[in-house]
């Protein structure tokens, strides 16, 4: 009586390199290939956690710093990756732009705060606040997320600036809860119980904050990395392409894009625990709409989507802007120019700090990499296709690309 | 493919319990009263096709049943179980594929990512490769491009993948909306010969439809629909031969 399908003994005539084809396309993360991933994660962040610290003690990066000052700028310039690659499954992966992200790496902190610090007086080992606070920080991108992301790109993009506004504003002025602008200090400071021979954690033993990031990030890496090629991936993929058309193939999309939200919220959350474990202090101006506009250029400036290039591109831009504009100064200093005027202007380059102008700097990278190369320094091979493969036109058929075109496919 | 032992034309059904029923359906987009009490059938088999000028609420009434579109008023079932206001993703686990508007394939995927979504919600993993066989048997076409980005495929391409796509969810029933739009007389014709292949292989069709001619050449019944109300139905032949409808659609 139904109408199904009747399928018929089709398979008997398979072609051999279709049926590869076929097998190869439809499960394309084996629990080979996934362990296989993992490990490569592995071996690349033990190696970078070996080569950073050996780079520099040469030159010129020896002459701008000891080990142990580049040591400690790296251990902060991990949690911009990690900040990085998190909301990259917000923006790159699922599509959505989120513009106030530093609230989930708020929530993370200010978790860390409540859970270990003389504030509250609880004192909770800091390896179990940083799955505390990625889940606290994860349920805050639920509550936000579960009302608003019915709303369509744009209008998103609105109430996440909000959120991102206001939670520091709650932070600042909810000060018997908080402490309003002082903010919580003393918080405790982790502890490996002198594991690795690395010592212990202090401000002035940068080493074993760098090996946690490390660790943070490579755990961060294996999980994002098997999330972009499961299944919930391939949703995030296809509702990015067309919402409608995603809910017609099955996939619920809010509960998809909840996940997205979730998930990117989580990885804040972590950030957050390990920047707030580092200060030993929070206070509401650490999150203000600068980290969140820093976080999304590293994304946009990386690669959206490829995972690699955001974790690269936060890393490099986050190193030029601490390291590269302080040494501009100084190199720019030492030559020695002498003062011009620029019309009523006078320019003295000696005596700019261009740390002053790090955003106005941002901004220009933006505006000249759209124009030259929207994808981003290190792009996914689907963006690229987005950006470069497809014109406008193709989107409604009748376009048809060469086959040297087709062999980039 | 297995056509020899597939049935062939259905007789219009006299009774029997129809796969799908619209009871006087009423939906709004704001204050715009798109659809004022449409009530129609499908039973199991058939093609039926919808018919009417633009803006007449074909695609409203495909969106409503989709899930897509709440009605005001009105009762939707399928197989007998009532699914009025089931969300769309829903829809899939039921047995009801959609091939949409516009097409919408995935431009930025390619033509076997495409398929794969098609086959998302799917539980039963071992009828798989039969399936994009049978898809890829039905429009050879797109065996030869599996790895071609979607968006760059030629307007009959993307029609084809939007099918195929919808195949791969496994329909008991196929909602397919304007299949022939925007596309070459000869593509047109290849189209809805497949989709008679499609049927006669025990997939339902409801085919939404501006080129009237064809779809009646294909459909056991039609329906037409004018702004937002059914005017006329009965077997396509009659409807072929009535002369109301040979004014207002089929140009003589
Ligand atoms: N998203 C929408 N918002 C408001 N009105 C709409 C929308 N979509 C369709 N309509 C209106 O509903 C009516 C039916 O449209 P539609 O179902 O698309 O017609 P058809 O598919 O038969 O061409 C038209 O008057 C159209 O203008
Ligand atoms: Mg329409």
Redesign the pocket.
């Known amino acids: 009586m139904t109408g199904h399908p009747t399928t018929g003994p089709a398979t008997g005539g398979t072609k051999p390199g279709i049926r590869q084809r076929l097998s190869r396309a439809m499960s394309p993360g084996t629990a080979f290939s996934a362990r296989h991933q993992s490990l490569t994660t592995v071996v690349t962040f033990a190696a970078i956690g070996i080569l950073l610290p050996v780079i520099v003690l040469l030159p010129p990066f020896s002459g701008f710093g000891t080990q142990n000052d580049w040591v400690g700028g790296f251990a902060d310039a991990g949690i911009f990756v990690l900040l990085a690659i998190g909301l990259n499954v917000v923006v790159g992966w699922a599509g959505l732009l989120d513009l106030g992200y530093a609230a989930f790496f708020a929530i993370g902190s200010y978790t860390y705060a409540y859970g270990a610090s003389p504030f509250t007086g609880l004192h909770i080992p800091f390896w179990f606040m940083l799955p505390i606070g990625a889940f606290v920080a994860a349920s805050f991108g639920i509550m936000l997320g579960a009302p608003t992301l019915r709303l369509r790109g744009d209008y998103l993009a609105i109430v996440t600036l909000g959120f991102g506004e206001i939670v520091p504003a709650v932070f600042l002025n909810a000060s018997t809860l908080t402490n309003g602008t002082n903010g919580i200090v003393g918080l405790d400071q982790p502890s490996f119980g002198r594991l690795f021979g690395v010592g212990d954690f202090g401000f002035t033993n940068p080493w074993p904050y760098f090996v946690t990031i490390l660790g943070i990030i490579a755990v961060a890496f294996m999980l994002l990395s098997r999330l972009e090629n499961s299944r919930l991936g391939r949703a995030w993929v296809a509702i990015r392409e067309d919402e409608l058309a995603a809910a017609s193939m099955g996939i619920n999309t809010v509960t998809t894009k909840l996940l997205a939200f979730a998930i990117g919220a989580s990885t804040a959350g972590l950030a957050g625990v390990y920047s707030a474990s580092k200060l030993s202090i929070v206070s509401p101006d650490q999150f203000n709409f600068t980290v969140s506009f820093t976080v999304l250029a590293m994304v946009v400036l990386g690669g959206m989507g490829n995972i690699w290039g955001v974790a690269a591109g936060a890393f490099l831009i986050f190193e030029l802007q601490s390291q590269g504009l302080k040494q501009l100064n100084t190199f720019i200093g030492g030559l020695g120019l002498p003062a011009f005027n620029l019309g009523p202007i006078t320019v003295d380059l000696a005596t700019i700090n261009f740390l002053n102008y790090q955003y106005l700097l941002y901004g220009l990278a933006l505006v000249l990499m759209m124009l030259l190369r929207p994808e981003g320094l290190f792009p996914s091979r689907r963006r690229r296709r987005e950006l470069h493969e497809l014109p406008d036109e193709a989107e409604r058929g009748n376009v048809e690309l060469s086959e040297a075109d087709e062999v980039e496919l | 493919m297995t056509t020899e032992n597939a049935p062939v034309r259905h007789a219009p059904p006299a009774d029997g319990q129809p796969m799908l029923r619209l009871t006087d359906i009423h939906s709004y ?2 204050n ?1 009263h ?2 004022q009490g449409i009530s129609l059938d499908v039973f199991p088999g058939e093609i039926v096709t919808l018919l ?12 409503t049943i989709h899930g897509l579109l709440r009605p005001k008023r009105g009762a939707i079932e399928f197989e007998g179980k009532d699914i009025t206001g089931m969300p769309a993703h829903e829809h899939v686990g039921v047995g009801i594929g959609q091939s949409p ?1 516009g097409r919408r394939i995935f431009g930025r995927m390619t033509v076997m990512e495409n398929l794969q979504m098609g086959a998302y919600s799917r539980k039963d993993k071992e009828h798989l490769s039969e399936d994009y066989e049978r898809v890829f048997e039905f429009f050879p076409r797109l065996r030869e491009r599996t790895n071609q980005a979607g968006g760059t495929l030629s307007g009959g391409e993307q029609q084809m993948l939007a099918i195929g796509r919808a195949l791969m969810t496994r329909p008991k029933l196929l909602l397919l ?2 299949p022939s739009m925007g596309l070459a007389p000869i593509l047109v014709e290849e189209i809805f010969s497949i989709m008679t292949d499609i049927n006669k292989q025990g997939t339902t069709i409801l085919l ?1 439809e ?1 080129n009237a001619l064809m779809a009646l050449g294909v459909a056991q019944r039609g329906y037409v ?1 004018q ?2 109300r059914i005017v006329q139905s009965g077997p396509a032949q009659d409807l072929l031969n009535d002369p109301e409808v040979k004014r207002a659609y089929l140009g003589g």
Request: charged share 20%; no cysteine; hydrophobic share 30%.
């Open positions: 987009y704001g715009i798109a659809l009417g000028a633009n803006g007449a609420g074909k695609t409203t009434t495909l969106r508007e909306d304007e939404v501006q629909l702004t937002g």
